[in-house]
């Protein structure tokens, strides 16, 4: 500890003179009385004729001297001397993902980097600012321009993630964060478990690597995927791939629970480096859920479980409203799981469309619209629907979405048309196909009915001729078949999830692996669920006034062999160069001065003395 | 100066009383007050052996006559009593508001005028470390006037020194009486020994004892140096809760002391306070004492 002002140790000088005041006797004002006689004797502070008294042991006293060296101290402006950051400004990146949830470094590598990152924090000048950025599938600027106290109240709130690393992602925002300022720093606080980042050109930005972890030993399960069985499709085999991501062979047990129960296990050899696979054949038919475990615990047991929804598709019904299209009857017709019926346009009106869940109207459209999906092949034109019955001529397919899933294997270039009608696409509706401006294939959910519109007569071309129509029909069918799981994309977590809503839904709960619960109303449009922080899986359920009308679950997993690889990498490849650990860090001394302190703490006595003296009196 | 000392009108409610002396005193003068001396009057009170050398006059000859037996008849006398009337006027007592050596002065005058109302013989005299200026005797009424003239004439003067100053008293008065004394006993010196001085000479003794309100109930506080006006010493003192009390339980404790000592030795004490109006003291307080009927 050294002073800034030794001066202002002359003020203990003043507690000499303190204690003289304890040794004076107190001034007193004369009073005459009659006579002393009974006042004598009275208390032993009472009678003493000496201008001095002794000194004795008072608490007041000491309370006054310690007050008074405190005042000395604070006023001789004490600091202790540590190295800080030169910089005026750094970027903490904190790695949050999954990877840091490792226990080889007590107590966890998280905690491992916030404590690293309280540190540097510490280290910097009283007056220099931070922005910390928590780094995960997408960085979050948690605080930004922040002062030393506001860092630390950050660093004590933030948590780990179970998501994937996107340091890429975080490294640019970090750039363009310091672009233009100078005397600033960029700290990466990671495993370093993270892809290579060779195309990130970093410039003149000073960026560090504090790299956290000490051991990479993890097997993990990175693959867990079903299909099924080309004996009994019935069925489903399950596929799971196990990784060992430390350098020797070890034995694990892997075990597959078919809707919480145990049905089969297996022992796996996973050589260092390498993986294991294995196929579970005897999944009984009807099983909803399988989740593969593996028994042995190691450092990183987030990636020890993963699950699987199977298809839980049934038989559905589907009405086909058409005069006689032979194409589509046969196309429809070879669709699984499927229980067609067909009827014609004027007899619509008698049938009870509640019955089917999926429609075809073929060159017809009601005036009511039933609830459910639909394929509508060249509709009249309607309020909702705005087609005029006016054709375009020899339209030609100039561009379509190949990667869209309707469109799979289906080589829409080869269709030739004779006309086509002229559609103006509604806003719910994406233009999957079209001729110079002109829809040739629309689709999108109108109000929670998902529609498909071909806005041309089968007959018109030669669609239905093509090896890729019954192709194109099937897909149609896979986007418009109700209670299709893949409608809940199971994404890794941390990753948003969209829930269609049902038409007739005015309420959907879903209930997280920890069996808390949030319930939304969907309000006819799809809900957007991000709440996927935690692995396991997540029930959806779709009410109407109260009746269920749906179950549906998805599984988060966290099958990133990224991830999963906890192995800490001591150098961070970054813009074609190794970024090693603390290199070129610029320490300097710098003072830092706990007056403060000091003055807090006399304040602290002051008011204690103050009670003291008021209790004795 | 007599107007001015004592209203006229409680001198003439104080004719009235007389002052009442419980134990025998042997005086030569027949006056009239009642005494339990047996003597010559026709009060006849008991009888007792003839010896030689009494009056021959006095044998009950009606007894000789049935019983054979010489006996000699007792009767009451009456006399006079010799009132001494004693003032401290130490500087201790020249303090309070009312002034004590102001009541002193004015009980003892009140007093003497009682006792010259009754033909008593009253002697007054001052004392503090010595004995004063000495006034009587005197023995009619007539001679008040100069008992107030010498009662105003007194100033307070030195310490009180019980012991010299009543030794001295006794001394120089061979006639022993009702010895009424005012003081506040606001002294080192210890004044059971003057007192004993008086009693072994035979003096009835009855005790003033006069104290300001201030000396009973301070009211006084903070840090103060309590100088004495009688002696100029002084005390240092931190006046808060704790020192009064403790001041009261010394004063409690005092006057058990005096109370005691004059129950021991049959001395009639009676402690008042300056702020009692001078009439109330005489009609009530000292007659319901038995000091004055």
């Not at chain 1, 303190?18 to 004598?40: A, C, N």
């Amino acid at each position: 500890m050294n002073l800034v002002a030794p001066a202002g140790l002359a003020f203990a000088s003043l507690i000499p003179i303190l204690i003289i005041f304890y040794l004076l006797k107190v001034r007193r004002h004369e009073q005459e009385v009659s006579s002393t006689y009974l006042w004598e004797q009275l208390h032993r502070d009472l009678v003493a004729h000496e201008p001095w008294q002794r000194l004795r042991t008072s608490l007041l006293l000491l309370l006054q001297i310690l007050l008074m060296a405190l005042l000395t101290l604070g006023l001789a402006r004490p600091f202790f001397t540590a190295n800080a950051q030169a910089s005026d400004n750094v970027v903490l990146l904190l790695d949050a993902s999954a990877s840091m949830q490792a226990t080889d470094v007590k107590p966890s590598r998280f905690e491992a980097a916030r404590n690293a990152a309280r540190e540097l924090v510490g280290r910097l000048s009283d007056d220099a600012t931070g922005t910390i950025v928590r780094v995960k599938d997408h960085p979050e600027v948690l605080v930004q321009g922040a002062t030393k106290n506001q860092l630390f109240d950050t660093l004590n709130h933030v948590s780990v993630s179970t998501g994937t690393t996107n340091m890429k992602e975080a490294l640019q925002l970090a750039l363009s964060l310091n672009k233009g300022k100078t005397r600033s720093q960029i700290f990466v606080i990671s495993d370093g478990a993270v892809p290579p980042m060779d195309d990130l050109q970093v410039g003149d930005a000073e960026v560090h690597f504090l790299p956290i972890g000490a051991s990479g030993e993890n097997q993990g399960i990175t693959v867990l995927s079903s299909r099924p069985d080309p004996g009994d499709p019935q069925r489903q085999h399950i596929f799971v791939r196990v990784e060992n991501f430390g350098q020797s062979s070890v034995f694990n047990l892997l075990s597959l629970y078919v809707d919480g129960k145990l049905m089969d296990s297996t022992d796996l050899q996973i050589p260092g480096r390498g993986k294991a696979e294995h196929v579970f054949t005897n999944v009984p038919p009807g099983a909803k859920v399988v989740e593969a475990r593996l028994r042995d615990a190691d450092q990183f047991p987030a990636d020890n479980s993963a699950w699987l929804v199977l298809n839980q598709v049934g038989a559905y019904k589907l009405l086909l409203v058409t005069q006689n299209n032979l194409f589509l009857e046969k196309a429809v017709n070879l669709l699984p799981n499927v229980e067609v019926f067909k009827t014609e346009p004027r007899r619509y009106v008698g049938i009870d469309p509640s019955q089917y869940s999926v429609f075809v109207f073929d060159g017809y459209l009601p005036q009511d619209l039933p609830n459910g999906n639909m394929l509508l092949i060249n509709p009249p034109p309607a309020e909702w629907l705005p087609i005029t019955t006016d054709t375009i001529p020899r339209p030609k397919v100039t561009s379509y979405d190949r990667d869209d899933p309707l469109l799979n294997y289906v080589q829409f270039s080869d269709m030739q048309l004779s006309k086509v009608k002229d559609v103006d696409p509604p806003e719910w509706a994406k233009v999957l196909a079209q001729s110079g401006g002109h829809p040739l294939l629309l689709a999108g959910n109108n109000a929670g009915r998902k529609m498909v519109i071909l806005p041309f007569d089968l007959h018109w071309s030669n669609f239905g001729l093509l090896p890729g129509f019954p192709i194109f029909i099937s897909n149609v069918m896979n986007y418009l078949q109700p209670n299709d799981p893949s409608e809940i994309k199971a994404p890794s977590p941390g990753d948003s999830v969209l829930i269609q809503p049902l038409p007739q839904s005015d309420e959907i709960t879903v209930r997280k692996p920890d069996g808390s619960s949030r319930t939304f109303k969907p309000a006819g449009k799809p809900i957007g669920y991000n709440d996927t922080d935690a692995t396991g899986l997540y029930q959806v359920s779709q009410r109407s006034q109260g009746k269920t009308l749906q179950e549906q679950m998805f599984a988060i997993n966290l099958t990133s062999p990224a991830e999963s690889d906890i192995a800490p990498h001591a150098t961070l490849e970054l813009g074609g160069a190794k970024l090693r650990p603390n290199e070129a860090i610029d320490w300097t001394p710098a003072k830092h001065e706990f007056w403060p302190w000091v003055l807090l703490a006399a304040v602290c006595l002051l008011t204690f003395e103050w009670y003291w003296y008021h209790r004795r009196s | 100066m007599a107007a001015s000392f004592l209203e006229p009108v409680l001198l003439r409610r104080l004719e009235r009383l007389g002052l009442v002396s419980r134990k025998r005193v042997a005086n030569q003068i027949k006056g009239e007050r009642r005494s339990v001396q047996r003597g010559s009057s026709m009060n006849f009170v008991d009888y007792r052996e003839y010896v030689p050398g009494d009056d021959v006059s006095q044998l009950d000859w009606n007894v000789y006559g049935r019983l054979d037996h010489l006996v000699v008849k007792l009767f009451e006398d009456e006399q006079n009593v010799t009132v001494h009337l004693l003032v401290d006027n130490s500087k201790s007592m020249d303090w309070g508001d009312p002034n004590k050596l102001q009541l002193a002065l004015q009980l003892a005058g009140g007093l003497g005028y009682v006792g010259l109302s009754n033909f008593d013989r009253v002697q007054c005299a001052t004392f503090s470390d010595t004995l004063g200026v000495t006034f009587g005797p005197a023995r009619n009424q007539r001679e008040a006037h100069n008992l107030f003239a010498y009662l105003t004439e007194v100033k307070p003067a030195g310490e009180t020194n019980f012991e010299a100053a009543l030794r001295s008293y006794v001394m120089q008065n061979r006639r022993p009486g009702l010895a009424i004394v005012f003081t506040d006993l606001l002294s080192h010196s210890s004044f059971e020994t003057g007192v004993k001085c008086l009693l072994e000479r035979g003096y009835e003794v009855a005790l003033i004892h006069i104290l300001a309100p201030a000396e009973v109930r301070p009211s006084i506080g903070g840090d103060l140096k309590l100088v004495d006006r009688e002696t100029g010493r002084y005390v240092d003192v931190t006046l808060n809760q704790r020192a009064l009390n403790l001041y009261r339980e010394r004063y409690q404790g005092w006057t058990q002391a005096i109370e005691g000592f004059c129950g021991r030795h049959g001395i009639l004490y009676q402690r008042i306070e300056t702020s009692e109006p001078l009439d109330k003291l005489l009609f009530q307080t000292l007659r319901k004492r038995g000091l004055v009927a």
